[in-house]
């Protein structure tokens, strides 16, 4: 029988010994998980950390892509290890109507679900892969040159890619026909990024969340009907976000700010 | 023929492993559908899902409730191990074997003994399975999967990606520095997951006592020596679920002193 002396030091050892090992497994796991660059197949989740957590890396996706588009991250990629993504400069998504990569999830970490308006079936144009945005520095129409590629390119012609044209003020009689993104259709399969002709793509997809931002609850379109009804509070609100008729009403009140 | 004989089940052990790997990979490379996937998760026939159930525990855990698919591949799995029994899987399936065992194999060549200096305890993984799982709930995502020796090796086989000829390195470097199978018998928390699944399994090595010369082979090759501890002394199975069922001491023994036979059934005549 050990001596109660021994037994509690045997437990101190083994605390010590799991929190030494989790610290260090654990910073080194979370680091790796940490993926804000990654382009994911169609049909995943939102927040790329859902993804990774829902990813059981078993790679069939990969594996029935027909263009090898997607690959699996390795160690040293800098995201989340055996992980699937894809870079569409080197080759980007042409997607396929049956979807075959995110038909093939096992995990549901890629789920048709995510691809389907309410009531219809799954569509390749409403994935969200990422969004292109474009450098108008690099971007060679931007400079007066007639470029249409990533438009012709575009799988959602006139639709995520549309030509704006401008007067071409330097020449005095031409126009700009410049490229401009509709992130309302945009899939980001990256078919622009890899056709775009200049040294390092002038438009190039970036994951959605770091391509978009947010105007916030409390800018209200006035000229906009619909949006202008969320003025009428039926309710007091609970929050300060949405505490939107103190918020308009503050400066004509003669209370203190602070 | 006779050394075909004495290594009989080395032999069917290696053609299982590789078999499992070249049918992934000509799943990945040539569109076979006899196995796809890998060893997280798998498709038979394009049509039975299996999956790893320590990594869909880590996703549990994780605050992941995984679809359907993948609790039931994991289910079929867990009780296919549970019945067979021990850590067959560590020894018929897992890739890392041919590491582990490559490394035994040149240590014992070489007669290479185990670091006096740095000692492990064999315990050390079962703490590593628990760890896997917290960490796994702190972090969210699964621990174990995001360095796993055997998913990251089987990967850059299967997916030919990089970064396993570096974990084969340092499994190599590891279990040569520190201990003879120190990755797979020590640390590796899915070897630990499978030796408590495999715990009350069909499949066992049974040792007859009489026909035992004393001879020590099987001490030298196992990379498990703690589950021989009946060896010598005692009739009857060797229960541990620790046991790989590498058969690798039933091929060595020349005196017919241990076999498999089936848990439970030959307990009848079990001269104890």
Known sequence: MASRRKVIENLFKSGAFMGFGGLLWGSAAGNAAETELALRPPGAFENDRDFVQACIKCGQCVEVCPYDTLKLATPGDGKAVGTPYFKPREIPCYMCTDIPCTRNCPSGALDLK???????????????????????????????????????????????????????????????LLPVVNGDHCTGCGVCEHVCVVEEAAISVLPVKIATGKAGGHYIKGWDKADEKRMELKEPATTDEEDIESGLNYLNEDNELY | MASLRKNKFLILRRVSQLAILVLFFGGNYFGWKVLTGNYSSAKILDRIVL??????????????????????????????????????????????????????????????????????????????????????????????????????????????????WLFITALFLFDWAVARNGWCGYLCPL????????????????????????????????PEVQVLSRVGKKDGYIKSGECTLCARCIDVCEDNALNFAMNYIKNNHNKR
């Open chain 2, 191 to 222: 070897g630990a997951f499978y030796a408590l699944n495999g715990k009350y399994g069909l499949l066992k090595v049974y040792h007859d006592k009489d026909n035992c010369t004393l001879c020590n082979e099987c001490f030298s090759v196992c």
């Open chain 1, 114 to 176: 995510r691809l389907q308006a309410k009531g219809s079936q799954p569509s390749i144009d409403t994935a969200k892969m990422g969004m292109a945005i474009i450098d108008p520095k690099a971007c060679i129409a931007f400079w007066g040159i007639q470029c249409d590629v990533c438009y012709r390119a575009c799988p959602l012609l006139d639709k995520a890619l549309i030509i704006e044209r401008k007067r071409n003020e330097r020449t005095q009689k031409h126009a700009y």
């Open chain 2, 51 to 164: 999956s790893d159930p320590y990594a869909v525990l880590q996703m549990l855990a994780g605050g992941y409730w995984a679809a359907a698919d993948l609790l039931i591949g994991a289910l079929i799995v867990l009780l296919f191990y549970a019945i067979i029994g021990g850590r067959f899987f560590c020894a018929w399936v897992c890739p890392v074997n041919l590491v582990s065992d490559f490394t035994a194999w040149s240590k014992r060549k070489l007669n290479i003994k185990n670091n006096k200096r740095i000692v492990l305890s064999r315990n050390v993984r079962y703490y590593l399975l628990a760890l896997g799982l917290i960490i796994s709930a702190v972090i969210g995502v699964a621990a174990f999967e995001m360095v796993s020796p055997v998913t990251i090796l089987s990967r850059s086989i299967i997916f030919g990606v990089g970064g396993g």
